[in-house]
């Protein structure tokens, strides 16, 4: 009796709990590249010709393997152009006893597939994704009754389970869980990171370039710059790569911004492990394994781990936790439209202009970049919740909601009202500055807070200051900047709020803004 088993795009893994078992003489795999998972949001070109390119190597893997793979390109004529209709055009061709599938990365997808079984009139298996290092149920358990959901805390509670960086079980190494404070560097002007590797496109990799530059022209993003690991052996040498010559400097400047650098010292390696060509556990035990050889120095060790045991399992925890209504919250209520300028790239604020053109040809932009910049901005603008996060959805090649969504609505956006952060995570002109080299070429003078070179990040951060003050006066972590705007004078205020309110109806409107003898752009 045959058994169907569904691989997903961003479920390109050996260890993929759908294919335990797995008789290659007896079973399928279907594979299927869908016109719906790549518009429904207008995905970065470089996206999907990620995903669409480590599907085709994993078939390719799999056949290898004596596996006998059911594959379904995009411009297959007898595509139907959706997952449910794919199974369902493989169940009536192949009659399988059963379907068996992962549990999928998105709320939506996983509605759909619970609507396998009534479809095709089959048993539908969802098996649990174990590729995370935390399950979904101890997600749930570790949330329990909790008043507040802190990743700190998890990731302590994740360290005592895999026991990386650990002594005993309350000894972390070091005497401390967290070495953030070590890790607010800025780049030294005459410091130039090593680039990371690169793996040009190989020939069924351009084969999905042009197919993608034909199927999907004006979609954001660029394809020049194509240079994704899309194996599983590519993806380990990105791994290897970074931990050999990134790693030992990635702690301290991994908050750091600079013109020209836009990897600095980080790993690449998020879209590798989101599409499931690169094991998260391996990844920190590489880096752990570094510290322990004295090849890198235990923040950026910890710092590291951090962002893969700690944030990547919280973020999916909570998603999941929390979906559907968590997208639905808005507790800002910001409703100011997505100014055209996160498109085009097109504005006179340097650290803008660097982070959305590097996002647009690369598809990548790092934490500090997405969360007090782009995210900054929004935060401070108001701008809506559901087209931020849609944004963000389509402009990076790592973006999946179960990521995404996290990281944008609650952490950047503070749209869930604290459910995630502790606080907003605004911030004025300084932080860019303190940084970052954005400001010293910039339009904008950094310094200033009113007139008509003022950085729109100043007035801007005491208008939202003051705009929500009443909720903020409910945050302990918020008193510093309450009573320093309470400091103020009321003439200086005023200034602020009034040129922030001029700005904001002009970006709403579309209107130019730029200071004197600039291009008209915002």
Not at 80 to 105: D, F, M, N, Y
Not at 256 to 274: R, S, Y
């Amino acid at each position: 009796m045959t058994t169907l088993r569904i691989v997903l795009g961003d479920q390109c893994s050996d260890a993929l709990s759908a294919l335990e078992g797995l008789d290659p003489a007896r079973d399928v795999v279907l594979m299927a590249e869908v016109r719906a998972e790549c518009t429904y949001v207008r995905h970065h070109k470089q996206k999907i010709v990620l995903v669409l390119s480590a599907m085709r190597h994993f078939a390719a893997r799999l056949r290898e393997r004596g596996v006998r793979v059911a594959y379904v390109m995009l411009d297959d004529p007898a595509n139907v152009q959706t997952l449910a209709g794919e199974v369902l055009r493989a169940a009536a061709r192949l009659k399988p006893a059963r379907i068996i599938c992962t549990h999928p990365g998105e709320w939506r997808v996983l509605q759909d597939m619970q609507g396998w079984q009534q479809a095709t009139g089959i048993p539908v298996e969802i098996r649990e994704d174990t590729r995370f290092l935390c399950s979904l149920d101890r997600f749930r358990a570790w949330a329990g009754t909790r008043k507040q959901l802190r990743m700190e805390f998890f990731y302590r509670e994740m360290r005592r389970a895999t026991g990386l960086l650990m002594q005993a079980p309350d000894q972390p190494d070091g005497g401390k869980w967290n070495f953030d404070q070590d890790n607010r560097e800025a780049l030294p002007r005459d410091r130039r990171p090593p680039q990371p590797r690169r793996f040009p496109p190989d020939a069924v990799t351009r084969e999905v370039m042009a197919l993608v530059a034909r199927e999907f022209p004006g979609h954001f993003g660029t394809l020049d710059a194509f240079a994704w690991p899309v194996t599983a052996e590519d993806a380990q040498a990105a791994l290897d790569d970074f931990i050999r010559h990134r790693l030992p400097e990635f702690g301290r400047f991994q908050d750091a911004m600079a013109d020209g650098e836009p990897t600095l010292f980080h790993a690449l390696i998020a879209a590798a492990l989101n599409v499931g060509i690169l094991d998260p556990r391996a990844a920190c035990t590489a880096a752990e394994r570094a510290y322990r050889a004295g090849d890198a120095p235990l923040n950026a060790a910890e710092g590291f781990i951090r962002q893969i045991l700690g944030w990547r399992e919280y973020v999916r925890g909570l998603y999941w936790l929390r979906m559907p209504a968590y997208r639905e919250t808005n507790a800002l209520a910001a409703t100011r439209p997505l100014p055209w300028f996160y498109w085009s790239g097109e504005t006179e604020m340097a650290c803008l202009r660097a982070a959305i053109g590097q996002t647009r040809d690369l598809a990548y932009a790092h934490h500090i970049q997405r969360l007090m910049v782009t995210g900054n901005f929004a935060l401070l603008a108001g701008l809506d919740p559901a087209q931020v996060n849609e944004w963000y959805m389509v402009v990076y090649a790592d973006a999946y909601e179960w990521v995404e969504l996290p990281n944008t609505h609650g952490m950047a956006l503070f749209a869930d009202g604290g459910v995630m952060a502790s606080k907003p995570y605004a911030a004025s002109g300084a932080y860019i500055n303190r940084m970052s080299d954005h400001c010293r070429g910039c339009a904008f003078d950094v310094k200033a807070a009113t007139g008509a070179r003022a950085c729109p990040f100043n007035f801007l951060y005491w208008d939202f200051i003051a705009r929500h003050a009443e909720r903020l006066a409910r945050n302990p972590r918020m008193a510093m900047p309450l009573r320093t705007l309470a400091r103020m004078g009321p003439a200086k205020v005023q200034a602020m709020r009034a040129q922030a309110g001029h700005f904001l109806a002009a970006l709403e409107q579309g209107a130019p803004v730029a200071p004197p003898h600039q291009p008209s752009l915002v």
